[in-house]
């Protein structure tokens, strides 16, 4: 495989290539192709964003028959008929089965874009500047969502600190005996605590690149009561649990809580397609025309996709309930792994909601020897969490069964050697 | 044609459906047609996302081969073929003819994520905070690149002040007597004026959302000497310019001068599909791996058409002799309507650089009366500026003769329209 | 007396005078006196700015002497001998006695100037931008130190958010069974936080204006250690706990303790005169000449009346002896009256160190009502804490034992009035 | 003379020492004197604190008479005999006479103090947070005011961006033939020009630290027009050209403008005590109690000293006319010394308004041979301007005819032994 190219003009900050150093060319389903021919079984699905599966033929069908016609691609905010069929389908298959009344919003067509979006509307509808968010959480690298994203790597290297964001701790972050939102509520309530009162609260139900963490149900009904009494907007951010990943379409389903804001991006174009939008209860649509824009707001081949997506996969409960069972086998497969390891003498324990489901091995060296070795196995996976401590699956939820399995065994195979090589070390 | 869907479901935010409110669902070339068949002439072109055309025959073809093969869509940072193939097209087609060596980043497709990343790597590599912009420049509206953008209804709505960017102003800006390079040159010779030293410079060779102001040769020429001098990087926005825009790849090389950076973005993949990348000199490529990302910084149909683009109009010097004969004609069609104005009362000028152009009628109300009236005979044209000044021609660069002229000939029944009015009105 | 002048001139903004409506001229020890030569007990002594008593005769001896010489008044940071006394007192009596090793800088005469300087050298060393301070600390409202005021009465009304502070909880802040280091220090040790490492931490180690939170000894020995592990600065916010209020010329003696800087004002001069010092570790010092500057940082009134303090006060350990035996019995007269409202259903505490002690009666409405009370029967005392719960000990710590009774007795009639206000009320 | 105590203690930021290494012990009138007995005629004056001279008998007098009444020293905001004096004179004296209707804020005592209160203050009054400031401008260096000082010594070194100010171009920036004016007012009314319409303009009529840079009363004029048609307040900073400096007792009266705030610091107390107010029109007075605050804001002998100087020099015009009188004098002796370096081939210019007066030599370097070789010979002067290139006279007010022409004399010596050095080094 010719990388020279690569070598000689991407820039360094390229990240994924490194961990997996081939030139893939074709991608189907829940596989990858690379240039010599060898397949991969995919558990990383573009971070999050390929949830019906690489090349889904319904989708590509649907683009494909789009492009056919010499369907406007490219609509800035004009109206086009490819996104009244978007917003009539996600209004008939998504809002109105789940009571929710929202209005939508095309910001540009990244996750970091949604985010910016719905935490300026938030400012700008309370009149304060403050947003908080959580420990760990993950909000996107341009600078204003960056003020809500809690990594270093990305905070650091900015030139200029990052200005209206707070961080509380998120759930479980202080220990079992803990419940962190009595913290929260003790900073709101306290005139000298050093909280600026927020104009909204963002939150990932379960945090991706924060290391599949997940908030409890109880948690999170109590964190929307706490802004509502507070008279707080709540943004749930599921760029990366919506879409069918946890098992409902909104992550936040689960647990009975209506947000103020939502946040949708990764794969709710189903194919992979650059598409995020922002759902505002209607009373919060306050924006003035203009006042947010970007070139990329009215991608078509985008919203082709996600409606044939959306008809596909959510015209009833089969697809949810198809992934809540995927994930359960995922989660006893992960449980034994995590108890496989820990009887090795390296402690580790199995978490997560849906097919968004992850093996904390609390070292990152430990979960970059098991990936590795999965790679070299034919399985892609990748760690997350602030020291990549994390082992991460988040397949397609296409998969087939057998898929799904030789990815585990791939898996097994890989944690085996691991926990083998430290019980020779050990020796 | 029914629009209840959007006026129910829609954000306020919504701009351009308030100037053209029909549905269009098909487009070809340089024409667009609504849901009941009508045809309208283009010289919007997805705000100079569209140079080669609405569906151009050769990047559809190429995109609708890459589909057939299960080709990879979405693969986030990861080598692919696609990829590759950009990149050395790039180098081949682009870089190698211009002497310019440049390392590539991909950050996520869209121009303000590039624009992010540009001046976050500048700031990183000087350890300065400070961006200078210009008076009327636009370099997108997330926090990081608004802080570099001049306009107030963007600026206004963010909750928080931005941060890091300072305005100087830009040529021509304070009358055709001043070289407005003089004072900044001043500001930044001097210890207490206010002005920190900046990391870098960011400009538009031809401002296209500030109104179609032209920067001079010598004056960009000096603006690059200024920033040698100083050790201040120098990064050219040729977001909206560039890709042949004004006659040029690049808009910079009408002056001459080689950028420390450039962001590219729009017309990029030429089918009008979300991509964007920077453009750095190998020794300011200081990221390390993973500082800047993006979930959709791997969009692979961009690149495929980016390639076909490339290969199909840049491989010799025949398409900008083409762009820059047609920009002439708009020149001069311009300047008619402009003598046409000024005569019947209202100041008008022309100004542009190849085809990208436009006549500035002082205010806004004339011309929105101007493309109101062109929109009813089937011309969809656009005003830019600081209050919408400026009626603008971004046509794509491969209108055939007959449309441009229809094109004209549309807006020139405009200009009579609204000049007669006012005679009519002052009689 | 006369208070229109006041009403028609001054600006809303004055607070105290709220508290205590009546024209004060004269002032003698442990006593104000008003214009119509009622005399108060005074436990506010200038919120903590007079700990040597109004109108001290030794220090006003030495400042009376001083102007009879035409001694310099104001030097700039001009060489004087009056700095140069100070600097040898200094060191002669407060650093070398507890071997200490600091270098002085002399900013503006106020406490937000001293911590804007120190906070600002922290940033300059460290080349970090972050600062971390506590729930309900307090130091200062110029808009640098205000980044570290928890306050929102202050932090509300900028229209500007603060740049580059960070709170944690406060020693106490999440109940007894937790320390709050614990995840202080798991912010500090994690990557994706969002706690961006800190130039320096900044701490009262008794809060004054937060509500007289005392942190204890060991909390801040782990603090000291905490920072030394993490590179990160100890600041020392001494203002209104330093200067022999706890009962040791530093507060932080008590924990044996070693800050990297500490900000001293208030009752540094002794006589009631504007002066403040930031003290430095040596190593520390290396600012460039003129970094920091201001008009004020050489009033040598200030200098003669903080030498004759140290000289008469702080050449054996005979002050502190008597500053901790009088701080017991204002611990245990408040003891009781804790006792005594909690009796009648009004649930209080007292706490503190020194004679820096508070009741906690747990609402403002409950403190304003003491001490209002105690107003009306000639003692001046304050509230302090988020919501003014707290009353608030700070009398001077030349205070005789039976002017200190006397104010006791005032305020122990105010709470027994309250308190059985509340009784008849309740029956 | 015992400096050793200094190089030992003091913080390298000192600043003064380094140019007068000396170390004083009196002063008096226009003359300090050092310890060994030697005299040096003082045009430093405090950087414009000591408008009255040195240990001022009728100031100190006063002062005295004070302190043996044990007279309140340190009353926080609380109501005062003192304060209450101050007020009905600067009343009486000042706003009456002038027609000013004012309230008045005492913050803490020192200018940045007050400039941050007056910024903050517009801010909460016009909801914007932008503040116009000038090239070359200073207003102190506490974060907040920070926004609005020029200098780049202070603005780097502060580890985060200052926030909420922009600079405009001052009187004279842009060369004599254009009145910088234009460009703010363009700026101003430009929608995407980036300039943030600000809540206020501050402004100093005579820049003092930037270089005794003096804005035509013209300009001062239309400036007020500009900021009364826009509905931005006008915040005219007269710490340092205030209290009768420019020959008027507010620097403005030249002009005739009204500003809506004025702050004042420095020479307001008299002697040289730490003091500041803000004043403002009475319907700007929006602070809500204790919004603002600051332990030292009343200090009552400054108000003691303040009132003492009002009566004695404030009840008719003969101490303007005096301060014109001497100004003339400055004049014409700084022209001379001017024409006489540029006949040597260094040009030089004078300027200034009242007893606020320079010699522009063009490089910090001559300037601070000239000043060197001044002290030696007993002078005491400074240098401004962002070099340091201006030759700075801010003698006293009181300065005697003898000892201004003295100190005249001593700077012509040194002027000619420059210019003679530069004609033994030109041969």
Redesign the interface.
């Known amino acids: 495989m010719?990388?020279e190219?690569?070598e000689r003009?991407?820039?360094?900050?390229?990240?994924?290539?490194?961990s997996?150093?081939?030139?893939?060319?074709?991608?189907?389903g829940a596989c990858?192709t690379d240039?010599n021919g060898r397949e991969y079984i995919d558990f990383?699905a573009?971070?999050?964003?390929?949830n019906y599966g690489?090349?889904n033929p319904h989708l590509?069908q649907a683009?494909?028959d789009y492009?056919a016609?010499?369907?406007?691609?490219?609509?800035?905010?004009?109206?086009?008929?490819a996104?009244?069929d978007y917003?009539?389908a996600?209004?008939e298959l998504i809002l109105k089965p789940r009571n929710l009344d929202y209005?939508?919003?095309?910001p540009?067509?990244?996750?970091?874009?949604a985010v910016?979006a719905a935490?300026?509307l938030?400012?700008?509808v309370k009149?304060?500047?403050?947003i908080v968010?959580?420990?760990?959480?993950?909000h996107?690298?341009?600078?204003?969502?960056?003020?809500t994203?809690?990594?270093?790597?990305?905070?650091?290297?900015?030139?200029?600190?990052t200005?209206?964001?707070s961080?509380v701790?998120f759930d479980g972050?202080?220990g079992d005996s803990?419940d962190t939102l009595?913290?929260f509520e003790?900073?709101l309530g306290?005139?000298?605590?050093?909280?600026?009162?927020p104009?909204a609260v963002i939150v990932e139900t379960v945090q991706g690149?924060?290391g599949i963490n997940v908030s409890g149900l109880e948690w999170l009904k109590r964190l929307e009561s706490i802004c509502h009494a507070n008279d707080i907007l709540l943004i749930i951010d599921d760029?990366q649990a919506g879409c069918g990943r946890t098992g409902k379409f909104f992550s936040f389903e689960h647990a009975g809580v209506v947000p103020d804001m939502v946040t949708n991006?990764?794969s709710l174009s189903g194919?992979?397609?650059?598409f995020a939008h922002?759902l505002?209860r209607p009373e919060l649509?306050?924006?003035?025309?203009?006042?947010?824009?970007?070139?990329?707001r009215g991608?078509s081949?985008a919203m082709v996709t996600a409606t044939a997506a959306l008809k596909h996969y959510w015209s009833d409960d089969a697809f949810e309930l198809e992934v809540q069972r995927k994930g359960k086998i995922v989660e006893e497969r992960f449980q034994k792994l995590a108890a496989m390891l820990s009887k090795a003498g390296m402690p580790a324990s199995e978490r997560g909601r849906g097919l968004m489901r992850g093996i904390d091995v609390e070292t990152g060296d430990i979960a970059d020897k098991i990936t590795g070795k999965a790679f070299e196995n034919g399985l892609i996976i990748e760690t997350s969490?602030?020291?990549g401590e994390v082992v991460k699956c988040l397949c397609s939820l296409t998969i087939t069964d057998d898929e799904l399995q030789k990815g585990l065994d791939i898996l097994e195979a890989a944690v085996k050697d691991v926990a083998g090589a430290k019980a020779t070390a050990d020796a």
């Open positions: 010719q990388t190219t690569f003009l991407e820039s360094n900050v390229r990240t994924y290539s490194r997996f150093p081939v030139v893939f060319t074709k991608a189907k990858l240039e990383l573009g971070a999050g964003t390929l690489h090349n590509k683009l494909v492009i016609t010499d369907g406007v691609v490219h609509g800035l905010d004009m109206w086009t008929t996104k009244r917003f009539e996600f209004e209005k939508i919003q095309l540009g067509p990244t996750g970091t874009n910016e935490i300026r938030a400012r700008k009149q304060r500047h403050n968010a959580f420990t760990n959480g993950f996107g690298v341009t600078m204003g969502a960056l003020a994203t809690g990594n270093r790597k990305f905070r650091e290297n900015t030139g200029v600190p200005l209206g964001g961080f701790p972050y202080m803990t009595d913290y003790k900073l306290d005139k000298s605590g050093g909280l600026d009162v104009a690149e924060g760029i991006s990764k194919l992979g397609l650059p922002v505002m649509d306050q924006w003035k025309p203009g006042q947010y824009n970007g070139t990329f991608f081949y969490g602030q020291d």
